[in-house]
């Protein structure tokens, strides 16, 4: 059985629900890359996509009464590799979730794929599927650098893939990754230069961090130092802003009007229902918010989905957990919040956290008026020491 929890201060009244998003998590990966700390798991075998299919159909069929007459805005496949299921596959989940939720028309809908010859040759058959957004993960246009983080794909790859993706999908985003492994200002700005030039409508550019149970973490690489790291972020954000991307959230960076929507959900605190191993939700209903966590292992979700039972974790938020939540969140947007949006996404009075905000306000961490509610720069730069201040 679920491990259920139930906060008796949560003592929320929602007068009127979020946006709701649906992600599905597909947990395998060719390799295991040495940086990442996401629910992924090494190929071995047979992918079991029947199977798994049928666990994702399960697992939304017993998730429905949650969102009973809800719409469903986006949708999002991640991983894991996600482009490793065959365009078959990704049809017949969309075709399950099509038959189970009410889908607006103009529904967003992603998939994360990685370069490389039996992918990239996938994805007119996603296009076709319904998919009409490809997140591709480049990470690196060097090949050394690519050697150095695990990738699967070389250089070449990465070019065709992007060539590839845009002649499929006039909705693109690229993923890349600075601050690596013995890299150099130039090297850095001719990743972002090269990305540039394909013009993507979104770019993701992460900071290369050492996350536990990583084998960086376990044995760290030579990475910049946090100046040389810092004049590399500098470099990206002029480089994008000179391109007339808009740097719209932390690591995200957009041309004029196609930021993601799904991901704007997720910092806007809007609800988002996962399915699929390690699948995170959040739900609002009148009088609480829930999170809950899916099975990790895919062999144990798969069997828990199938009974019917996949949800290890499913803990009610509590009151004094909820701005942190928040704030977690909106303060990763460049332009803030309306206080109004608080309001109405936590049932609480922006007053239940004045004395926060004047701390952050006073440190220059945050800037507001009366209506919005924004991080200063200084505010985006030191974000960990701004969202302490809202911890409970």
């Known amino acids: 059985m679920a491990n259920i929890s139930f906060d008796p201060l949560t003592g929320v009244r929602l007068q009127a629900l979020p946006p709701l998003s649906l992600y599905v998590h597909i947990p395998w990966c060719i390799r295991k890359c040495p940086y990442c700390d996401f629910n992924s798991h090494e190929q071995k075998g047979g992918l079991q996509e029947a199977r798994y299919i049928d666990a994702l159909t399960s697992d939304l069929d017993y998730a429905l ?18 482009s490793l299921f065959s365009a078959e596959g990704i049809d017949r989940v969309l075709a399950n979730i099509r038959a189970r ?72 985003n690229l993923d890349l990754m600075f601050a690596l492994p013995n ?35 376990r044995f760290p690489p030579a990475l910049p130092d946090d100046d040389l790291a810092a004049d590399m972020q500098q470099m990206i954000a002029g480089r994008t802003a000179a391109a007339r991307y808009g740097h719209y959230e932390t690591s995200a960076y957009a041309q004029p009007n196609r930021q993601s929507r799904h991901n704007l959900n997720y910092w806007r605190f809007g609800d988002y229902l996962g399915i699929g191993a390690g699948a995170h939700s959040k739900i609002s209903f009148p009088d609480r918010i ?103």
């Open 101 to 172: 939720v009410s889908l607006d028309p103009d529904a967003e809908i992603t998939l994360e794929a990685n370069p490389g010859t039996f992918e990239f040759e996938k994805f007119r058959g996603f296009r076709a599927a319904g998919v009409n957004r490809l997140s591709i993960g480049i990470q690196s246009f060097n090949a050394a650098h690519l050697k150095a983080l695990g990738r699967v794909h070389d250089a070449d790859e990465a070019r065709r893939a992007v060539e590839i993706g845009l002649a499929h999908f006039d909705n693109l």
């Open 65 to 82: 009464p949650n969102i009973w007459g809800r719409k469903v805005y986006s949708i999002f496949f991640g991983g894991g590799t996600p």
């Open 183 to 217: 890299q150099t200002p130039a090297e850095c700005e001719a990743d972002v230069a090269t990305a540039i030039g394909f013009a993507p409508p979104h770019l993701s550019i992460y900071h290369l961090t050492l996350e536990p149970n990583t084998l960086f973490h």
């Open 290 to 392: 829930v999170r809950q966590v899916r099975f990790k292992q895919p062999a144990q979700y798969m069997e828990a989905a199938l009974a019917g039972n996949a949800i290890q974790e499913d803990k009610v938020v509590g009151m004094k957990e909820l701005p942190f939540e928040f704030m977690l969140n909106a303060l990763r947007l460049a332009e803030g919040f309306d206080i109004g949006l608080f309001e109405e996404r936590t049932g609480l009075s922006i007053a239940n956290i004045r004395r926060q905000l004047d701390a952050a306000e006073s440190r220059g961490l945050v800037e507001r008026d009366l209506a919005r509610i924004r991080p200063t720069e200084q505010g985006r730069r030191f974000q960990n020491d701004l969202l302490e201040l809202f911890l409970p």
